[in-house]
């Protein structure tokens, strides 16, 4: 898999854990929930580079130095959720069911997925390490 998302804990609705991209050599913490229908559920998506968006000044998207961007993640498996992402985990704690980056900087993630091209998309895997026994 390209990308994972691990959750590690949930605690207050908000999951928190390691998101890895170790063909580009990026890791960053990582938050998903508590608002709108919680954390992002686990399984496969797909990241297009075509579905890269800009959210210039939405400070819900944006890092503490202005990074403001979204990756749309397209579900690879039936679910009723929907606008579900990757971003920068600007303004309050936590997403609606994104996974929001906790870096002060994040171009090193939106280059990353610019680098996808058009027509191209990499895989996100989120898994739930607190499910397992």
């Not at 390209?2 to 580009?24: D, L, P």
């Amino acid at each position: 898999m390209a990308i994972k998302f691990i959750i590690e804990r949930i605690e207050n609705q908000k999951a928190y854990g390691t998101i890895k991209w170790t063909e580009k050599s990026l890791q960053s913490g990582a938050i998903s929930g508590p608002y709108g229908r919680g954390e992002l559920p686990s399984g496969l998506y797909h990241a297009e580079g075509k579905m890269l968006l800009p959210k210039p000044n939405n400070e819900g998207f944006c890092d503490s130095l202005k990074n403001c961007w979204f990756q749309v993640l397209s579900p690879q498996f039936s679910t009723d959720r929907t606008e579900l992402g990757i971003h920068p985990d600007g303004n309050l704690i936590g997403t609606k069911g994104c996974i929001g980056l906790i870096d002060a900087n994040t171009k090193a993630w939106y280059d990353a997925f610019k680098s996808i091209g058009k027509n191209n998309y990499t895989v996100v895997e989120v898994i739930d390490n607190t499910q397992t026994p």
